[in-house]
C-alpha cells in the first residue's frame, strides 16, 4: 500500500516562501510521476505542478510559473513544491499525488483522474 505524507504547510504573508514536502512509502519510489494540487474552498482540485518520473519533465500552471518550482529526491523518498513570491490567491489546501504506472520516464501527468495515490493535504494560507 502506497502512502503519500505532506508537510510544510502554513500561514505566510504575501511575498513570503514556503516549501511543501511529499513523502512516499510503501513502494519503490522512483518509479512514480508525482503532482501538486490545490483546492480553494468552493473550487475544484487543480494541478499546479507536475514532474515525471525520471525527473526530467516539469509542468506548471500559468498562475505560479516563475514562482514555484517541483523538485524530487529519489533517495530520500520525496517530492517538493518550492513556492516563493506567494500570493493571497494561492491561498488553498495543497495536496501531493501519485501514479503508480508510466510507461513514459519523461510523461507527467495533469488530470486528477489520472493520479491514484493521494495525500491528506496540507493547509497555505498567505495573508495581505
Not at 517541483?70 to 517538493?80: F, L, P, R
Amino acid at each position: 500500500q502506497v502512502q503519500l505524507v505532506e508537510s510544510g504547510g502554513g500561514l505566510v504573508q504575501a511575498g513570503g516562501s514556503l516549501r511543501l514536502s511529499c513523502t512516499v512509502s510503501g513502494r519503490t519510489f522512483d518509479s512514480y510521476p508525482m503532482g501538486w494540487f490545490r483546492q480553494a474552498p468552493g473550487k475544484e482540485r487543480d494541478i499546479v505542478a507536475a514532474i515525471s518520473r525520471s525527473g526530467g519533465t516539469t509542468t506548471y500552471a500559468d498562475s505560479v510559473k516563475g514562482r514555484f518550482t517541483i523538485t524530487n529526491d529519489n533517495a530520500k523518498n520525496t517530492v517538493y513544491l518550492q513556492m516563493n513570491r506567494l500570493k493571497p490567491e494561492d491561498t488553498a489546501v495543497y495536496y501531493c499525488a501519485a501514479r503508480p504506472v508510466s510507461f513514459d520516464s519523461e510523461r507527467y501527468y495533469l488530470r486528477t483522474t489520472e493520479y491514484d495515490y493521494w495525500g491528506q493535504g496540507t493547509q497555505v494560507t498567505v495573508s495581505s
